[in-house]
């Protein structure tokens, strides 16, 4: 595992101890409810796959909602990406639910005004309701300060001119064969 802030080691320490209670397979969306998740259901996002290349936003935290400056939930990434950030979004986010892995990224998103806010995420499989691999679950942890980003910029998208990291992690099934397509800042580049 890389080295994350601590909202995505507590949600990585649920995500574990749900599939422990599942005898090792991958936990139902519904296990990640208000009483497991203590509190971190403002920074947590999940997406359903509902064939290949579509990828719709589930639900959305409000601390999500609120850096966007709307709701995102029902929203398709390409809504809330533009290309090529979109493509290499879904691909990434396919190859983790279907493998199935975990992933990582690092990214500064950049609003329409040119402000800048640093997010992190763990991306995590999922079943549905009726046990199909079709979901994962973000939990994301954003640093405003020293970034200037202002709350609520609905010109706010995903682009992947600042990624700093992405890479998928083995939870005990392997990672998928899979490069990612935009290239990422090495840390010389800062």
């Not at 999922?126 to 405003?144: D, K, P």
Request: glycine share 10%; aromatic share 10%.
């Amino acid at each position: 595992m890389p080295k994350m802030p601590e909202k995505l080691h507590r949600f990585y320490e649920i995500w574990c101890d749900l599939r422990a209670q599942n005898g090792g397979e991958i936990p139902f969306r519904q296990q990640l409810g208000l009483k497991e998740l203590r509190g971190l259901t403002a920074n947590l996002m999940v997406y359903e796959m509902t064939g290949p290349k579509e990828l719709f936003v589930k639900m959305s935290g409000t601390a999500i909602d609120s850096q966007f400056g709307r709701n995102l939930t029902g929203l398709s990434v390409y809504d809330v990406a533009e290309m090529p950030a979109a493509d290499a979004f879904v691909a990434f986010h396919e190859a983790l639910i279907t493998h199935p892995c975990g992933g990582y990224a690092a990214d500064i998103l950049v609003a329409a005004n040119g402000k800048r806010i640093r997010a992190e995420y763990l991306i995590l499989p999922l079943r549905n309701r009726f046990g199909e691999q079709v979901q994962c679950a973000t939990m994301s942890e954003l640093a405003t300060e020293g970034y200037g980003m202002p709350p609520g910029d609905e010109g706010m998208l995903v682009t992947y001119h600042e990624l700093l990291d992405a890479r998928h992690l083995d939870i005990g099934f392997g990672v998928p064969d899979y490069e990612f397509t935009i290239k990422t800042k090495l840390p010389e580049d800062n």
